[in-house]
């Protein structure tokens, strides 16, 4: 059984720095690329940012990027992964619930720029930044 768990959300003033994990289990997490999408209130679920299988590529959304750092941490000898998405000069436009993400193609080497390029999700957690 797939389970992502988020943690780190908060409330941030703007221009402050956030630091979001996800604790993945169930599978060979490390055999496969995962990310972070969030879902502001009353629009849909947009892709944030994602990280291949190896941690060797990343991938961003332009609204984020160059202040959202993704990485990884693939434990040798367990199937868990730990996901985190370092999040620096937030903005109110920040503001929504942040989901980790997981996708189901084994060592897939293509790019990542939409929701639908994953296919599994945790609960979420909520970042708030206030202005």
Known sequence: QVQLAESGGGLVQAGGSLRLSCAA???TFTQYAMGWLRQAPGKEREFVSAISW???MTYYADSVKGRFTISRDNAK??????VYLQMNSLKP???AV???AADRRLYY???YSRPSDFNFWGQGTQVTVSS
């Open 54 to 56: 190896s941690g060797g």
């Open 98 to 100: 942040y989901y980790c």
């Open 25 to 27: 289990s169930g599978r």
């Open 109 to 111: 080497s293509g790019s």
């Open 93 to 95: 436009e920040d503001t």
């Open 77 to 82: 000898s367990t199937v868990k992964s730990t």
